[in-house]
């Protein structure tokens, strides 16, 4: 358990908080960059308790501004989205994406342009990798180095984001992604169902089998590595080695070829969180859809899970379909959807001085103490955790394999026990 002050420390993420000053030193996903349309509509994006307008200049070029108008405060997503900027249809003021005011032609001829340049208005540097807009909204005048995941240097017909929207503080959503013993149970239908077998392959048998695997970690400069070692019958064990890139994000196990995902865990506010799941595949096309794997969603990426439902009616909870032997009664709906349900029901900040924790939730209270320690420091130092320049964040893969008893998963080469196999 956490005592009160720590549980405040990770959770709030405000302006003039610790924690909300250290997680913006990162870049995070703010959009779909397929959201933007060239010359179209500015999107609204909430980040970190504060409300931005995204938007596509009409050659293409993105930009990232305060939603308030500096002028009267009016909303820029009502703005015209002219060639070199935003302009508010309030009273014409105009705003590059680099956060000018470049027009003001409510001001006299003469003084204009001056006082335009007088104007202060907010804007953050943007990168777009792995079909998202992503943005840096730190206190640097330069921004740190951009994380380059492998799949943040694939093509759109190789990465699918879509963004889902929970009622719960950013720290739930990331615990939940960091929590492998719970496949075993909350996910146990989806698994040992026909689509589960088929998406999974012999890996559904391996994570149903053992409900209590043994958890072994690596330190590494971004985070750490888990291993989640389940001892399965005929003397074969299976590891999902997971790597943990904090503050945000989860690389999910998965087979050593084929499609992967990984999920990231985005304040919004303090009690809303943005989760995103990049599905993605280096070796070729995406051939499936990773939301549509076990069911229907709401089919917009943007926000995947709007049909979910809430505390209101139980998330649409099943118990007919429980006495019938659904593990969740999330019925026809994907692990996400599982996972979100849960995490809403602890609250939208869960009190954490009154958990009770065990041996399998080791890499909840590691990425706690890591966390407690990065907020800490970059609060007392400045110093910024997990962003060392010597990261290779390309390198960055989880994966998931099955290995003879006796061996070490760390000396595994789970790509040649592939090969070997086929």
């Known amino acids: 358990m956490l005592n009160q002050a720590d549980n405040e420390l990770l959770t709030r993420v405000g302006p003039g908080t610790a924690m909300g000053a250290m997680l913006r030193e990162y870049w995070v996903p703010a959009c779909r960059s397929a959201a933007l349309e060239a010359g179209g509509a500015p999107e609204k994006v909430r980040l970190f308790g504060e409300d931005f307008v995204a938007f596509r200049s009409p050659d293409g070029t993105p930009g990232f501004l305060q939603e308030a108008c500096p002028h009267r405060c009016a909303s820029l997503r009502l703005a015209r989205n002219e060639e070199g900027g935003l302009r508010c249809i309030f009273h014409g003021w105009k705003f590059s994406a680099a956060g000018k005011c470049i027009d003001a ?26 079909g998202m ?15 380059a995941y492998e799949f943040t240097a694939l093509g759109d017909d190789q990465v699918q984001p879509y963004r889902g929207v929970i009622r719960t503080n950013w ?10 013993a719970h496949v075993t149970f909350l996910h146990a239908t989806n698994l040992g169902s026909d689509d589960g077998r088929e998406y999974f392959k012999d890996e559904s048998d391996y994570m149903l089998g053992d409900g209590a695997p043994v958890f072994e970690f690596d330190e590494r400069p971004y985070g750490f590595r888990e291993g989640a070692i389940r001892q399965e019958l005929g003397g074969v064990h299976y590891a999902r080695v997971r790597e943990v890139a904090l503050p945000f994000f989860s690389f999910i196990p998965a087979a050593p070829h084929g499609a992967r995902v990984t999920c990231c865990s985005i304040p919004i506010d303090d009690v809303t969180t943005a989760q995103w799941y990049i599905l993605y595949d280096t070796e070729g096309p995406l051939t499936r859809d990773l939301m549509s794997a076990f069911g229907t969603w709401s089919g917009n990426p943007d926000h995947f899970n709007a049909d979910m439902g809430g505390p209101e009616n ?25 996972d979100f349900a849960v995490q809403e029901s602890m609250g939208p900040i869960v009190d954490r001085t009154r958990e009770y924790l ?5 890499v909840i209270y590691r990425a706690r103490r890591l966390l407690l320690d990065a907020v800490r420091r970059h609060r007392d130092t400045g110093e910024l955790a997990f962003a060392a320049e010597d990261i290779d964040f390309a390198a960055i893969r989880a994966v998931s394999f099955a290995f003879p008893e006796g061996a070490d998963w760390r000396e595994v080469d789970p790509a040649a026990l592939a090969e070997a196999a086929e």
């Open 171 to 180: 720290l739930q959503g990331l615990e939940a992604l960091l929590d492998s």
């Open 105 to 130: 032609p409510t001001e006299p001829r003469g003084q204009r342009e001056k006082f335009a340049e007088s104007v202060p208005v907010r804007s953050h540097p943007v990168h777009e990798a792995g």
């Open 358 to 362: 065990g041996t399998c939730d080791r």
């Open 314 to 338: 139980q998330w649409h909870q099943d118990r007919a379909a429980m006495k019938a032997g659904h593990w969740s009664g999330i019925v026809n709906r994907g692990n996400a959807y599982e």
């Open 133 to 147: 807009l992503w943005v840096y909204m730190g206190a640097r005048e330069t921004p740190p180095r951009f994380p």
